[in-house]
Every structure is written in C-alpha cells, then in structure tokens.
C-alpha cells in the first residue's frame, strides 16, 4: 500500500488498538446514474492511500481497455467489480468498500443509479447512518434523486450530505450550484431528513474531496472528507427500550439453558425484570453470558445468552424487552413497501413475512395508497409494481411483537418472501399496528362442523376443479354435483361465471382482480365446508399461490385438486363463448392462456384427460376417488 503508519513496523499491536478505538462511520452514495458515485469512492480510496500498488497496477490496465476517462485513470473501476459495470460503465450491484484515516474508519457501499436497480440501493441503504446523495451538476436533481432521497428518509437515515458533482463540467460555478440546492432542498422539505448539508467537487479531479477546492474559493464549508470525518451520527440506541429477539435456545445439556440473540436496543443487567412477547410471561435476568465470560451489563449490538430466574417457555421468534416496556402486538400492521419484484404485489395474495427471528404467513389486504416519488403524492392504486413504495394494510395468521420503525429500525422492519419461490419480494417498514383487529375473537358455538357432517352422514371437502376456459371444468362439476345428489349427498356448486354475477361482480380480470376473486371463493368455501357440505368449485383459478391459499384455509385433506388438463389448442377449437377469438382478435385483455399466464398444478390429487375422455367418464372418476378417499 502506499499509505504507510509508522506503527506497523514498530509496534503493530499499538497499531490494531489505535484502529480498534476509531470510530466507525457507515454510509452509501446514491443518486441518478452516471452522476459520479463509484467515482467519488475510488476517488476517497486513491487519495486516502488507500490502494495496494497491485491494484494500482490491475487499474491501470483495465482504465485503458474499459475506462471512460480517456488517458486518466478511470477510478470508478475500483469500485465497479462485475464484468457487465465495466462494460455498461454503470453500476448494477451493491459494492462494499472498507477505508480508514487517522481519525476515522469507513464502510461505504456504493449503491446503484437505475431504476430497475432501486431495491439493490434500498439494501445498501438499511444499514447506513449518512447518504451522500449525488447530483450531476449540469442535470440537476432527477427522478431517481428524489427516489433515493425518499428510501433514504424512510429507512430513518438522519444524516444526508447533498453532493453536487461534475462542477468542473459547469466552470465551477456558484450559481449552478446554488440553483441546484435551492431545487433539491424544496422537494427535501416534505421528507423527514432532519440533517442535510450541501457540498460541491469534482470526483473526476478531486476538488473538494480531500482537500479544499481552488476552483470554488467561494465555498466556505468543509471539504467532503472532512465532514465525513466529523459528523457526529451517534445515536440513543442504548439509551431506549430494551429489545432482543431469540435467535436460538441454547440448552448444550440439562444444567444450562439460555436464550441467545444479538440485543437490537437497549441495554439489560442481571436482575432486571424481563417479559416475553408474545406469550407476556415475566421473570428476573439471572445471567448474561458470553464467549468471554459473564457481563455485568449488555448493550445494544452485543450478542449474548441470557439466562433467567424462571424456567418459561421461550421459543426462536419470541422478543425480550424489560417488563415496564413490552412491544406492541398485533396481526394487523399499517406499513409502507418498497416492492422489488418483477411481478406485481397483488392485495390478497399470501406471502411469508420475516421480521427480527420471526417468519409467518401474511396477506396484503389493502394497498391503502401509492406514493408518487418526484411529487409525494399519494395515488390510488391495485398493485405495486417493481420499484414503486405504497402504504398497505397487512394481515398476519398470529400476533406478533414490534415496534414503528420510527422507534426502533430492527424490530420495525421486515421483508415479505414469495412462498412459492422463496425469494424476496419487498422490503417493509412498520408504521403502526391496526388495534382493531385485536378486539376481533372467534365465537366458539355448539354446533361444529363434525355434528353438520355426521347429521349428513358425509366428510365435507372441496373439490377445486381448475383449468383453461373451455377444458369442461363446469361440466364436470355439474354431473359429478348431479350423481352426488342422486345419492342423497348434500352439495354446493361455487360455479366461476355465477359468482361474478354477485359476490364477484365488482371485480375485473387483471391480475389483482383474479386474485381477489380467489379469495372470496375460498372463504365461502371455507365456510360451505364449515357446514358439512361436498363444495365443487369451478374456477380457471390460474394462479398456484392463491389455489395454495384456498388448500390451507380448508382442512387437513379436506381439499382435493381436481386438474381439468386440456391443451390449449383443443380448448380453443371448443371455444364455447367465443372467447378465445376475442382474446385472439385484442378484444379481450388479460385472457388466461394467450395473454395471461395459466400456472398447471404440480402435484393435484384428481388429474382429468380432458381433451381425450369423455365428460361422463371423467365425472365417475371423480365420484370414484371420492369413494376411495372415504368422503362418501
């Protein structure tokens, strides 16, 4: 390296404890592409030294084969790893850089400028206590500056340094910059930013990086470095509620078992009295232990074992807070989502969520608004679409504990999971839970669903019957209904085309549509089934997530797949409502099969030939495992 301490050589452990006590300062740049981010770092890092002559070498090499800066080193390269950013000369991945200098250490990731990779800068930005927000000089503040500027406000970063770059591409101009700050500082009004300050440079020539600028003598303020160096972003962390998610019972053998964690707020001592949410059972800290021996007190970021006094049923999931200051509880949470899924959200649709240690199964039962990014507008809207943030209604199988993100970032956060494919979809902050709901209790009656079916001498089920439009879903189900109830069997036919003609009515066909259609049908089959009756529903149902939906609010083995499989071409010469024609002629849209995706059942209990046999048989097939299965 070319930035050489004495203390190395003379004294290299002096060294490392002279490190060790620095303090550590994490921060992103974000802004618009092109507007200098992966610049200014490399920039930071070849003028703090900070460069191995091996690197500088590897730089050299590849500023004159990939660089975009002509005969200069092309320093953006430092930070721009993957083979597509050097040859796009845009940054797609969040890039992690360590540096250091005599007064401080840094951790900065450099987060990328495109749209499309918005998410990639909200995950770089969760962790950061100051943004340097960048802005091209001759461009002003765009879309995704103010995009940027809204995550940052919302992921409760407090810190934010506007940073109007390229000033050598504007003669250094002070009314450039002026106008500049005026523009961005407006719109920073309605975002909850308590500390922003304004700087200009030239990340290319590194004027006002390091060292104060010749060129813009009229600026009076510290150079970039020197406000990173020197910005106070210390925190109350341990100074409010104590929070600590289980992470894992550590019980290595019948003598010990404690409760380990990393402590998210807070601070705790033996002999504090501790609750635990959700079950609110209390008891006493007995020991706080760790790898290095019992601790007379924990802070926040510490990860520890706690034991306690009592012997209480704590379970991986559960938060320990101090008795006097419990997390809220609630299954039904206001928040607002960052979506980061190429597919939409669609209200109603089931996902995981992961807060703290706890996953569970949620819907999103209302996108309550969107918010428009350059204005802060709230719009109406059905879906999130990639990239966009809305407020949204929530509703979870269980209660569980938390607290407004505003409070605490770790216990007011989480990320919503695609339960199909097990990626992550959006990211979430809490804003408050919905009490209502907690006043909403099931009413336990005499009458069960047991007595419904033994007074009908039958196990009630469903038979979901899905399929393209024209496979024979519906004739199906109309004689299987038919030859039940020559047996005396007590029935229900959920028909597609009937419900939309009530329940449905209000609903279109897109993809949110299609999903809140599901829904209800599978509530009111769920209630069908509650009443001891044999429900046939007959729906195109396209979507495995929501069939998935309706299977597990039914009944062990109480829903039976039944999966009408005709091929598309047979369903179209069928065509029996001509709707293929139309679909096919641009005159209906969204139409399962030619313009919408239809997702065929993996794993379904009933599989129908039903472009070979004929409806007849098909129906005795169904009869036939319904007999086998034991339902009649």
């Given at each position: 390296?070319?930035?050489?301490?004495?203390?190395?050589?003379?004294?290299?452990?002096?060294?490392?404890?002279?490190?060790?006590?620095?303090?550590?300062?994490?921060?992103?740049?974000?802004?618009?592409?092109?507007?200098?981010?992966?610049?200014?770092?490399?920039?930071?890092?070849?003028?703090?030294?900070?460069?191995?002559?091996?690197?500088?070498?590897?730089?050299?090499?590849?500023?004159?084969?990939?660089?975009?800066?002509?005969?200069?080193?092309?320093?953006?390269?430092?930070?721009?790893?993957?083979?597509?950013?050097?040859?796009?000369?845009?940054?797609?991945?969040?890039?992690?850089?360590?540096?250091?200098?005599?007064?401080?250490?840094?951790?900065?990731?450099?987060?990328?400028?495109?749209?499309?990779?918005?998410?990639?800068?909200?995950?770089?930005?969760?962790?950061?206590?100051?943004?340097?927000?960048?802005?091209?000089?001759?461009?002003?503040?765009?879309?995704?500056?103010?995009?940027?500027?809204?995550?940052?406000?919302?992921?409760?970063?407090?810190?934010?340094?506007?940073?109007?770059?390229?000033?050598?591409?504007?003669?250094?101009?002070?009314?450039?910059?002026?106008?500049?700050?005026?523009?961005?500082?407006?719109?920073?009004?309605?975002?909850?930013?308590?500390?922003?300050?304004?700087?200009?440079?030239?990340?290319?020539k590194g004027e006002n990086v390091i060292e104060p600028s010749a060129e813009m003598d009229w600026y009076k303020g510290p150079t970039l470095l020197g406000h990173l160096e020197t910005v106070d972003v210390t925190t109350d962390i341990t100074e409010t509620a104590f929070r600590m998610p289980v992470q894992w019972v550590n019980r290595p053998n019948l003598d010990f078992r404690g409760f380990s964690g990393t402590i998210a707020s807070g601070r705790i001592k033996p002999g504090d009295d501790i609750a635990v949410s959700p079950s609110g059972k209390t008891s006493k800290v007995d020991r706080i232990v760790t790898f290095d021996g019992d601790l007379d007190e924990a802070i926040a970021g510490q990860a520890v074992t706690i034991t306690l006094q009592d012997e209480i049923d704590i379970s991986r999931g559960d938060v320990l807070s101090k008795a006097d200051e419990v997390p809220e509880l609630s299954d039904q949470l206001r928040a607002h989502i960052l979506w980061m899924q190429e597919d939409a959200l669609l209200p109603g649709r089931p996902y995981l969520l992961k807060t703290a240690a706890t996953t569970v199964p949620v819907v999103i039962s209302d996108?309550?608004?969107?918010?428009?990014?350059?204005?802060?507008?709230?719009?109406?809207?059905?879906?999130?679409?990639?990239?966009?943030?809305?407020?949204?209604?929530?509703?979870?199988?269980?209660?569980?504990?938390?607290?407004?993100?505003?409070?605490?970032?770790?216990?007011?956060?989480?990320?919503?999971?695609?339960?199909?494919?097990?990626?992550?979809?959006?990211?979430?902050?809490?804003?408050?839970?919905?009490?209502?709901?907690?006043?909403?209790?099931?009413?336990?009656?005499?009458?069960?669903?047991?007595?419904?079916?033994?007074?009908?001498?039958?196990?009630?089920?469903?038979?979901?019957?899905?399929?393209?439009?024209?496979?024979?879903?519906?004739?199906?189900?109309?004689?299987?209904?038919?030859?039940?109830?020559?047996?005396?069997?007590?029935?229900?036919?959920?028909?597609?085309?009937?419900?939309?003609?009530?329940?449905?009515?209000?609903?279109?066909?897109?993809?949110?549509?299609?999903?809140?259609?599901?829904?209800?049908?599978?509530?009111?089959?769920?209630?069908?089934?509650?009443?001891?009756?044999?429900?046939?529903?007959?729906?195109?149902?396209?979507?495995?997530?929501?069939?998935?939906?309706?299977?597990?609010?039914?009944?062990?083995?109480?829903?039976?797949?039944?999966?009408?499989?005709?091929?598309?071409?047979?369903?179209?010469?069928?065509?029996?409502?001509?709707?293929?024609?139309?679909?096919?002629?641009?005159?209906?849209?969204?139409?399962?099969?030619?313009?919408?995706?239809?997702?065929?059942?993996?794993?379904?209990?009933?599989?129908?030939?039903?472009?070979?046999?004929?409806?007849?048989?098909?129906?005795?097939?169904?009869?036939?495992?319904?007999?086998?299965?034991?339902?009649?």
């Amino acid at each position: 390296m070319a930035h050489k301490d004495t203390l190395i050589s003379e004294d290299i452990l002096a060294y490392l404890k002279a490190q060790e006590e620095k303090s550590l300062l994490r921060f992103i740049t974000c802004g618009s592409v092109d507007d200098g981010k992966s610049t200014l770092i490399g920039r930071l890092l070849y003028d703090s030294k900070l460069i191995f002559e091996d690197q500088l070498t590897a730089l050299e090499s590849d500023s004159k084969k990939v660089g975009t800066t002509g005969e200069d080193i092309d320093l953006a390269l430092l930070v721009d790893g993957l083979q597509a950013e050097r040859e796009q000369g845009i940054t797609i991945d969040v890039a992690y850089r360590f540096f250091s200098t005599d007064k401080r250490k840094f951790i900065v990731a450099d987060t990328p400028g495109h749209e499309q990779y918005t998410r990639n800068m909200a995950t770089g930005a969760s962790g950061a206590e100051l943004a340097l927000i960048l802005v091209d000089a001759r461009k002003g503040v765009l879309t995704q500056t103010r995009r940027h500027s809204y995550i940052v406000s919302q992921l409760g970063i407090k810190n934010v340094v506007l940073v109007v770059n390229k000033m050598d591409l504007v003669d250094y101009s002070q009314d450039r910059y002026n106008e500049v700050v005026e523009e961005y500082l407006a719109f920073a009004e309605k975002l909850d930013i308590p500390n922003i300050i304004t700087t200009p440079i030239s990340a290319l020539k590194g004027e006002n990086v390091i060292e104060p600028s010749a060129e813009m003598d009229w600026y009076k303020g510290p150079t970039l470095l020197g406000h990173l160096e020197t910005v106070d972003v210390t925190t109350d962390i341990t100074e409010t509620a104590f929070r600590m998610p289980v992470q894992w019972v550590n019980r290595p053998n019948l003598d010990f078992r404690g409760f380990s964690g990393t402590i998210a707020s807070g601070r705790i001592k033996p002999g504090d009295d501790i609750a635990v949410s959700p079950s609110g059972k209390t008891s006493k800290v007995d020991r706080i232990v760790t790898f290095d021996g019992d601790l007379d007190e924990a802070i926040a970021g510490q990860a520890v074992t706690i034991t306690l006094q009592d012997e209480i049923d704590i379970s991986r999931g559960d938060v320990l807070s101090k008795a006097d200051e419990v997390p809220e509880l609630s299954d039904q949470l206001r928040a607002h989502i960052l979506w980061m899924q190429e597919d939409a959200l669609l209200p109603g649709r089931p996902y995981l969520l992961k807060t703290a240690a706890t996953t569970v199964p949620v819907v999103i039962s209302d996108l309550h608004h969107k918010v428009n990014v350059n204005t802060l507008e709230e719009q109406a809207g059905k879906t999130l679409e990639l990239n966009e943030v809305g407020v949204c209604n929530l509703a979870l199988d269980r209660a569980i504990p938390f607290d407004a993100y505003k409070d605490n970032r770790e216990t007011g956060s989480f990320i919503l999971i695609d339960r199909y494919t097990n990626a992550t979809v959006g990211a979430g902050m809490i804003d408050f839970g919905l009490r209502r709901a907690s006043n909403i209790v099931w009413q336990e009656l005499d009458v069960n669903k047991g007595n419904r079916a033994e007074q009908k001498g039958q196990k009630p089920c469903v038979l979901w019957f899905t399929g393209l439009s024209g496979a024979g879903k519906s004739t199906v189900a109309n004689l299987v209904e038919k030859k039940l109830f020559a047996e005396g069997r007590h029935t229900y036919t959920l028909d597609g085309d009937n419900v939309r003609h009530g329940l449905n009515k209000d609903l279109g066909f897109t993809d949110a549509d299609r999903v809140e259609n599901i829904r209800r049908v599978s509530e009111t089959a769920s209630l069908f089934v509650d009443a001891g009756l044999i429900v046939l529903v007959s729906f195109i149902s396209p979507f495995r997530s929501e069939r998935r939906m309706a299977r597990e609010l039914m009944g062990e083995s109480e829903f039976l797949e039944v999966f009408v499989d005709t091929p598309l071409e047979v369903c179209e010469e069928r065509d029996p409502k001509g709707l293929y024609k139309k679909a096919r002629a641009g005159d209906i849209k969204n139409f399962t099969g030619i313009d919408s995706a239809y997702e065929a059942p993996v794993n379904a209990e009933i599989v129908l030939e039903g472009g070979s046999a004929e409806p007849e048989v098909l129906a005795d097939q169904v009869i036939a495992q319904l007999k086998e299965r034991g339902f009649i």
